[in-house]
């Protein structure tokens, strides 16, 4: 193991880790933003079915994440833990998506089967990627702040692939007038994109050669007790709840945001699409340096407390009482603010992690990333669906029905939506965010400790004693 487990790791390792977030993200995207239209659209499923894989993919998904969690903690030290991972499912998890969004000339029920394979096929891939990628951030380095610096370049390339996700069906749409041939336009754009991706993970593998932790696994049963471990570390369960709400609140932003700026601002879908939802992420990557400074200078609590106050004020403040239909430019104005919240929602989560991970390390001596990440991520794709699920519901409640005029009351309902429901998570996400106990002066201590229990000495709890 080289000295980077203790001190600042090298550029080009942060950059080399960060663009494997490119992948998963991208991949993600497109799944999730234009699935439902080009299976129906394109493909010719019926939407019911098209539901269906989606509700199964995202279920299998939740499933084998904190199996391929344990996975990755059980292999030996010495060969690698994480990194063989991002080797072995490169070219598969391009191949997925590639295939996922190809159509072949099948029957019916072979075209079924083959989509209801795919699907579960390409979420596959996508957990074997992204679990032992983001379980080895925290192995790369036990610094407090490296640790900050190091999910930075990941956010970065996250935000750059929702960028290039959202333009995708721009690219499709340009092949497709050039050739006349949908079906190609779709094959052919993401397979091209299936390259990059590939690419991108390799070169992750690659430059991350020699920043993982070895010699540290210990052989382990799965049983319950291994899911259960997770919720008994105090300052994890202060985390992922904090997450949990903050997505949630996300969530609700995104079940309403394109009602809100169709039908009460005015937009079409087209300024929606192509301006709205790409500024969200051109927002979210101007935050970041903030974020990455405020946790340094201060601490990671503190960057995530200031950025979602900011966030949730202008949730409530902005469709209440600035933004009004005819205003031009006014979406920007909201992009700006939504990406206060929603950059630290993932950035400064995914620092937070490996700090929690120590306390599994002193009560147990076994570091297991993989685990943690795994819940994580079990709870992330939990929390999006019930929000989306619940918004829909909403929807329906406060009388939203499609292709009709609104009335005035309706729009009221879907404003007031929009503004308090997102805000009363992100309210909920800072109050559990401040009462955690982890900072860096009890991760300092923490860490300290646990270098002295391994090398026999005495040490002192009391530092930690809030954790346990």
């Known amino acids: 193991m080289k000295e980077a487990i203790e001190n600042k790791l090298p550029l080009g390792v942060k950059i080399g880790y960060g663009v494997g977030g490119f992948a998963t993200i991208f991949t993600l995207t497109i799944v999730v933003t234009y699935g439902m239209f080009y299976f129906t659209d ?6 019911g079915f098209v539901g269906i894989m989606l509700g199964l993919g995202t279920l299998w998904d939740a499933i084998t994440d904190p199996l391929v969690g344990y996975w990755s903690d059980s292999r030996e030290g010495d060969k690698g833990r994480r990194r063989p991972f991002l080797f072995w499912v490169a070219v598969p998890f391009g191949l997925s998506i590639f295939l996922l969004f190809t159509k072949l000339d099948l029957g019916e029920t072979a075209t079924l089967l083959y989509y209801a394979v795919i699907f579960i096929f390409y979420y596959t891939m996508h957990t074997i990627f992204d679990v032992p990628y983001t379980a080895l951030a925290g192995e790369m380095t036990t610094d407090y702040d490296e640790r900050t610096s190091l999910t930075t370049f990941r956010r970065w390339a996250s935000d750059f692939a929702g960028i290039a996700g959202g333009m995708f069906l721009t690219i499709v749409y340009y092949v497709l007038n050039k050739t006349g041939n949908m079906t190609f336009a779709w094959s052919s754009v993401t397979g091209f994109w299936a ?9 992750c593998w690659r430059t991350t050669k020699g920043y993982e932790l070895k010699g540290h696994a210990k052989s382990e049963k799965l049983t319950l007790k291994y899911f259960i471990e997770p919720w008994k570390n105090k300052s994890f369960v202060y985390v992922v709840a904090q997450f949990s709400a903050g997505l949630i609140g996300q969530s609700f932003v995104t079940v309403f945001v394109i009602y809100y700026f169709t039908h009460k601002i005015g937009l079409n879908m087209g300024q ?15 935050w970041t340096p903030v974020i990455n400074k405020l946790a340094r200078k201060y601490s990671k609590k503190v960057a995530y407390i200031t950025l979602f106050i900011i966030g949730m004020i202008a949730q409530i403040v902005l469709p209440l009482l600035i933004l009004k ?11 700006v603010f939504y990406g206060a919240f929603n950059a630290p929602l993932w950035m400064i989560t995914w620092a937070m992690i490996p700090d929690c991970i120590e306390v599994d390390v002193f009560k147990t001596g076994r570091r297991r990333d993989g685990m943690y990440f795994g819940v994580l991520s079990l709870i992330q794709k939990s929390s999006a669906a019930l929000a989306v699920m619940v918004g829909g519901f909403v929807l329906q409640w406060i ?20 503004a308090f429901i997102p805000a009363a998570f992100m309210i909920i996400s800072i109050i559990i965010c401040y009462y955690n106990p982890m900072n860096r002066k009890v991760h300092k201590s923490l860490v300290e400790i646990i270098e002295l229990k391994e090398q026999g000495e005495e040490y002192d709890i009391t530092p930690i004693k809030s954790l346990l």
């Open 272 to 286: 929606v699409g192509s301006n709205l939802m790409a500024s969200f992420i051109v927002s979210a990557i101007l």
């Open 195 to 203: 390259i990059i991706c590939t690419v991108l993970i390799l070169i």
């Open 399 to 418: 009388g939203y029905v499609a292709g009709i005029e609104l009335s005035a009351e309706v729009l009221n309902r879907i404003t007031y939506c929009f």
């Open 42 to 47: 394109v493909v010719g499923l019926q939407a």
């Open 325 to 335: 239909p005819g205003m031009p430019m006014q979406h920007y104005l909201f992009s």
